[in-house]
């Protein structure tokens, strides 16, 4: 079973990791994530163990690490995140990221803690104060008298909360937060009589934080903005007339009114008007598609002309805005490689930096005769250095704003780890029809044998292909444009692989490949052509041949192009059709390798076969329609789904969801996971670069407490505005 918990209040990410860290070790969960860009845990836990008694043991653990953490589950995270999108300004300013519950956000909605709107709060004002009194101690007459207890009292109104809650956590048993690293360094200057450097450095740290908070905050909320695409209200038709009711309370077999600049609220049919809808927000389409009656219409869509009226086909639970919302906000369950070493990397790196603090400050003295207060004041810097906030902030936010980016270009990614996985993309599988050509098709020419008429061949056709979703079958009812009577079709049979057997007026009808007609003991002579060829049998007769045309899709050439230019060595495709069509496409599109008139069964052979005979650690990529492709998508190492919108099967079967049918879109999703990982690269190169540095500054005496607070709080603001340029992949 899983459930998604929201830790409201929880700002500080060493400490999430912490708690992330501590559910996973509960014996009846299987896995647990905490998404810091939403503040979302999910844990997968065994359902022979009450959920009421693993959310109890849930609320210790978090109790105990940030006891002013609120634990919300199910129906109040939805109403919370309906809050959250109607939330004042106030949210995003001057919090406090590592503050262990007593964010400014968390005292906003909670009330408790400094309180306040805006960055005018409890907090800036005692900062303000604090600051005032710091200056005057430089002003006033330097007899140490004075200045010391002008020093102390600024001190404490900068820094009386970070101590406040390095005492609390000690008692807990939290001893390496930063909370106590930054009291330890900062009351050691005092010590080592570096008074005015105490205090400016514990007033810098603070202000960094204040800007590194409302960075996160603002990170966050460009986010969700990404994902704004949650309809508030639907116009519930009734007797009495139009109702604004929330969408949730909507039933399937009602009627919904879209006005126009309205966002349609649930999946359903278009039972009256015509208008053109607006479908970026889920495909990245600018150009706007026409809607008219009997057409069916997705919710996320945004109405932008005629007034329509939407008979509902779904639950909004399971309508395509939810799905998609879901998928996406809980992407960051699946947590790429990257992350999973930087969590394991932060949970050792703040000891080793605190050792190596020990060290300096007690053996180069005793070594060299030194006095201890200089080598001490060495070992503070690296107290100060030893969070790997910077880290454990900005790269989750990375890869978060590489999925959110993603989505709103209408890609679905189901994890970090897939993102990551699109950067080493060795080879990539086509299915053909409808993913490289269009998969509309056409009756392109009729053959018929002697003793048959081409209406014979095409109305025994029709019929025998009446009740068959295919592409092809659609195509020849069309073509034969009449008024089929079901009743005269006395049995059906659909033989995978080969076509279709049937009972029509009395006389037995075949309709499918060369192979099917050999299996029924007829003999016919093969066609050749360009096109897909159904060859028809009446009553044991081979009586002609349907030839059908599909077209390229009008990018496939140019997905072709920008994927070798991207680095994928070797470009597949994959067909049930004739090898004289399959060779056609395939030299069309320059491929590397086709495989014709294969089974269902045969493709996850052949895509077997594939990857053995991949070189190196590349990923191989399956790209289908994601319905009758589901088990080979499975097999690819990255399966990926293509005209995705509105299909469930799409969405359930793939790794990558394209909502749109353009190939093209599988290089703009390897864009952005590129683009993704050379951000986060850059930041784990800046945050160990800078703090790698001013450690070896600092133990050679060079490098001072200022340069020690910018590699922390200073770095880790840098780190997650640079995350944020992800979302800006074109």
Request: charged letters at 25%; hydrophobic letters at 45%.
């Amino acid at each position: 079973m899983r459930k998604d918990i929201i830790l409201e209040g929880l700002n500080c990410a060493n400490c999430a990791a912490k708690i992330e860290n501590k559910v996973n070790k509960m014996a009846e969960i299987e896995s647990a994530s905490f998404s810091f860009a939403t503040k979302i845990m999910s844990v997968e836990y065994n359902e022979n163990h009450g959920f009421d008694l693993i959310l109890n043991e849930i609320k210790k653990i978090v109790n105990k690490l940030e006891p002013d953490v609120i634990v919300k589950v199910e129906d109040d995270f939805k109403e919370l995140k309906m809050q959250v999108h109607h939330h004042s300004k106030g949210e995003c300013c001057a919090g406090h990221v590592h503050d262990h519950g007593h964010s400014h956000e968390n005292s906003q909605e909670h009330g408790h803690g400094e309180g306040g709107h805006g960055l005018l709060n409890k907090k800036t004002i005692k900062l303000g104060i604090g600051l005032v009194l710091f200056l005057a101690s430089f002003i006033l007459d330097k007899n140490i008298n004075i200045q010391l207890p002008l020093y102390i009292i600024s001190y404490l109104l900068i820094g009386g909360d970070v101590l406040l809650r390095a005492v609390r956590n000690i008692i807990r048993g939290q001893v390496f937060d930063e909370n106590f690293l930054m009291a330890l360094a900062t009351v050691g200057a005092f010590a080592v009589k570096e008074y005015p450097e105490a205090v400016s450095v514990m007033l810098f740290y603070q202000i960094g934080e204040m800007f590194q908070d409302i960075a996160v905050e603002r990170s966050r909320k460009s986010i969700k903005s990404l994902l704004n695409i949650r309809p508030d209200y639907a116009n519930l038709k009734t007797d009495e007339g139009l109702v604004i009711v929330k969408p949730e309370t909507v039933n399937v077999g009602d009627y919904i009114v879209v006005k126009p600049g309205e966002r349609v609220a649930l999946d359903g049919v278009v039972i009256e008007g015509e208008s053109m809808v607006d479908t970026s927000a889920l495909t990245g389409e600018s150009v706007p598609r026409k809607i008219k009656s009997g057409d069916d219409i997705l919710s996320g869509f945004v109405n932008t002309s005629g007034l329509l009226t939407i008979e509902v086909k779904k639950k909004f639970s399971e309508s395509t805005v939810s799905r998609i919302l879901d998928l996406v906000q809980n992407a960051s369950s699946k947590k790429a490689p990257t992350e999973n070493f930087i969590t394991k990397f932060a949970r050792y790196y703040t000891p080793i930096v605190v050792i190596g603090a020990a060290l300096v400050a007690i053996i180069p003295p005793i070594i060299t005769g030194d006095s201890f207060s200089s080598w001490i004041y060495r070992a503070l810097i690296f107290l100060v250095i030893s969070c790997p906030c910077a880290l454990v902030i900005s790269i989750p936010l990375g890869f978060f704003g590489g999925i959110g980016g993603a989505s709103k270009s209408g890609i679905l990614v189901k994890g970090g780890n897939y993102l990551e996985a699109l950067n080493e993309v060795d080879t990539v599988v086509f299915d053909k029809t409808g993913t490289l050509t269009k998969g509309v098709f056409k009756v392109s020419e009729i053959i018929v044998e002697s003793g048959f008429t081409k209406e014979e061949v095409l109305s025994a056709a029709a019929f025998a292909e009446t009740h068959s979703n295919h592409p092809i079958a659609k195509s020849i009812i069309e073509e034969f444009n009449e008024e089929i009577d079901e009743s005269l079709i006395e049995s059906y049979e659909e033989i995978s692989g080969h076509g279709i057997k049937a009972k029509v007026k009395g006389g037995g009808v075949l309709a499918g490949n060369l192979k099917l007609l050999e299996r029924e003991g007829i003999k016919a002579s093969q066609i050749e052509s360009s096109g897909t060829i159904v060859y028809i049998a009446i009553d044991g007769k081979f009586a002609g041949s349907i030839v059908i045309s599909d077209m390229l899709k009008e990018d496939s050439v140019k997905a072709m192009e920008a994927l070798r230019n991207q680095g994928v060595k070797k470009l597949v495709m994959l067909t049930g059709d004739l090898n004289n069509v399959a060779k056609q496409v395939a030299n069309e599109l320059k491929l590397d390798e086709y495989y014709s008139e294969l089974l269902p069964e045969d493709k996850v052979n052949v895509l077997e076969k594939i990857s053995n005979e991949k070189e190196g650690k590349g990923k191989l990529i399956f790209v289908g329609d994601g319905i009758n492709d589901a088990p080979v998508l499975a097999r690819a190492d990255i399966g990926v789904a293509m005209g995705g919108l509105g299909s469930d099967a799409a969405i359930e079967a793939a790794d990558v969801v394209l909502m749109t049918d353009e190939p093209s879109k599988l290089s703009q999703a390897i864009s952005i996971a590129q683009k993704t990982k050379k951000i986060v690269i850059q930041n784990i190169v800046l945050a160990l670069g800078v703090k790698a540095i001013v450690l070896i500054l600092g133990a050679f005496g060079v490098a001072t407490m200022w340069e020690a607070v910018f590699a922390d709080v200073g770095v880790a603001l840098l780190a997650v505005l640079n995350s944020m340029r992800v979302m800006k992949v074109k």
